[in-house]
């Protein structure tokens, strides 16, 4: 910009303008949306930028936004289009009397901008971990390296059971499918590099490489950055050998009330009697 540290504010954050980058601060308070919270700031370089635009918005506001460019941001690669105007982090709300001002800013935004098209890379960083989140039928996790999904017995479907808790390397995936939890049959499923796709037809709730949104379960402030977050990691890391089936050593406790619920299962006839001597065997291993 033509001076350096200007700084804009608007609505829930404020814009610093630097000569090859820009700083959003997102603003924390009860009316300030979840999502802008959990960001806390981010730093978009100029280069991520494709465009920018200043509109009219509703109550006596003016609207500037950036574009970015396709593949530049993973946050918004994840999104997939699905945020509302609202949480949209490349928004600035700003009352109506400070057209004049937005209209100067975003003309001398765009007069640094020099790229166009589809960004080769990610240039926006991620999301920091270790990151986590409670879906409806499990716990998952992420380290910066592998994803972690626990199941809940009191949401997991028979399929996720039998299963058992899943690890993912990021070098076994391929991508994230994310589904807003404020859509009907939401959902944070992982891709992963060996099923060509197979995996993306099964229903998410019987999909042991994918985890269920509900009310109140893996809201979008939650399950967005983790989205991400290993997005970006899946991006920057080359193939590996699936991760293998020994790991730490799970708590008694928990072993205890999984071969539990697995009786309950077999009970209920839903697993075989075979299935229940395998698992259970399985569990017992693991002690």
């Known amino acids: 910009m033509s001076r350096m540290g200007d700084v804009l504010a608007g609505f829930h954050a404020a814009w610093e303008f630097e000569s090859d980058s820009m700083l959003i601060r997102y603003e924390r308070g009860i009316r300030t949306p979840k999502l802008f919270q959990a960001l806390g700031e981010r730093r978009v370089p100029l280069d991520a930028i494709a465009g920018v635009t200043l509109t009219r918005g509703k109550r006596g506001t003016v609207v500037l936004r950036v574009e970015p460019r396709p593949g530049a941001d993973p946050l918004m690669e994840a999104a997939a289009g699905q945020l509302k105007d609202s ?31 589809p960004a080769e890379r990610f240039l926006v960083e991620p999301p920091k971990g270790p990151l986590s989140f409670k879906a409806y039928d499990g716990k998952a996790s992420f380290d910066g390296r592998t994803v972690n999904f626990r199941w809940f017995w009191t949401g997991a479907s028979s399929a996720k059971w039998k299963a058992g808790d899943q690890s993912f390397s990021v070098g076994e995936l391929n991508g994230v499918e994310w589904r807003s939890p404020e859509v009907f049959e939401g959902h944070l499923r992982l891709l992963r590099r060996d099923e060509s796709g197979a995996g993306a037809a099964a229903q998410a709730d019987q999909d042991p490489a994918a985890v269920v949104f509900g009310l109140g379960y893996g809201p979008v402030h939650e399950s967005l950055p983790f989205a991400a977050a290993v997005l970006a990691a899946v991006r920057t890391s080359s193939p590996v050998a699936a991760v293998s089936a020994g ?29 229940f001597s395998v698992k259970k065997a399985e569990l017992l291993a693991e002690l």
Request: avoid cysteine.
């Open 87 to 117: 949480g949209d982090p490349y928004r600035l709300v700003l009352p109506a009397d400070r057209e004049v001002l937005a209209e100067y800013y975003a003309d001398e935004l765009r007069s640094l901008l020099t790229e166009s098209g």
């Open 247 to 275: 790991g730490p050593r799970r708590d008694p406790a928990d072993i205890a009330e999984r071969i539990r619920h697995l009786g309950e299962l077999h009970q209920a006839g839903l697993v075989t009697d075979e299935e």
